[in-house]
């Protein structure tokens, strides 16, 4: 397999990426693919480290609207964009960053000028929304906002002129691959219980990026049209967490079972799940 080297970090900082397993989903990437397919985008690690395999187009689509409009201000708004970002920087503090999370602007410029800051210097980085409003929630994460120097800016650009991203259901993203394709999946974890078979108590929510959250029943969902990926010879590989319903979901793939560390809390700050982490990489065949 080529010897990928990341054309750019990610740029968005999102609560279970992938920057750390590369080494791990590369390897079961093919060497060329005609068109890109990912339905679960989130800060892009893969796309971003294997984007020259693809001799086509790039499919990236989100289900979070703000992180969808940052990407393409990203690609097709830098110009406008920038002194946007030059003047969150300007005024960065811990009180600033409530004001900021506090506005909704119409502009979708500003909207994702406001995005990539909030992002940036939220706890964690993580983007949590309310399940009522929608509304943005995470505290603030105690660290300066540096921005984006040229460089980045330009080898992003470069980097997504064969992207499209789209805010859209994964059903809707998944009709779209055709033989000769590749898809990449990372859907939310599901979180873990306390107790099996209890519903509540969660050890951790990894499931929350917008107002919906992702549930059993997308997964059970998702594994049928992995399966009618794979009928129709279209290859595919999924991160997920080793468990037993993601095995038996998955029975009919090949499950490559590994561990991996996670330091992650939950918005208590306490934390919530062990530093090594069951993974799996679930392989179409």
């Known amino acids: 397999m080529p ?21 791990r989903i590369l390897p079961h990437v093919p060497d060329s693919v005609r068109n890109y397919h990912e339905p679960f985008l989130g800060g892009g690690a893969v796309f971003l480290a294997m984007h020259s395999r693809v ?33 969150h920087k300007a005024r960065d ?9 506090a506005q909704a602007p119409d502009d979708p410029i500003e909207q994702a000028a406001r995005f990539l800051y909030l992002n940036a210097t939220s706890w964690n980085h993580l983007w949590r929304e309310n399940s009522k409003t929608g509304a943005m929630n995470t505290p603030w994460g105690d660290r300066a906002f540096r921005g984006f120097d040229a460089t980045t800016l330009d080898t992003l650009r470069s980097t997504l002129i064969k992207a499209y991203v789209r805010q859209e259901d994964f059903r809707e993203s998944l009709r779209r691959p055709q033989p000769g394709d590749f898809v990449y999946l990372d859907p939310p974890y599901l979180p873990l219980f306390t107790k099996p078979g209890v519903e509540k108590e ?19 969902e998702l594994a049928k049209l ?15 967490r080793n468990t037993d319903d993601v095995r038996e979901l998955f029975e009919f793939a090949t499950v490559v079972s590994f561990t991996t560390h996670r330091s992650l809390a939950a918005q208590s700050r306490r934390e919530v799940e062990a530093h090594h982490s069951p993974e799996a990489l679930i392989i179409g065949k």
């Open 202 to 220: 969660p050890t951790a929510k990894f499931n929350k990026y917008t107002a919906k959250t992702f549930e059993k029943i997308d997964l059970e």
């Open 226 to 240: 992995c399966r009618g990926l794979s009928e129709q010879g279209i290859r595919w590989v999924m991160s997920n």
């Open 93 to 101: 503090s811990k009180e600033y960053y409530y004001e900021v999370r």
């Open 55 to 87: 001799t086509g187009r790039a499919h990236l689509a989100d289900l979070n609207g703000h992180l969808v409009n940052a990407w393409n201000a990203m690609r097709d708004n830098q110009a406008e964009l920038t002194p946007l970002l030059e003047a």
């Open 3 to 23: 010897a990928d080297v990341p054309a750019i970090k990610p740029f968005i900082r999102w609560a279970g990426g992938k920057t750390k397993l590369l080494p």
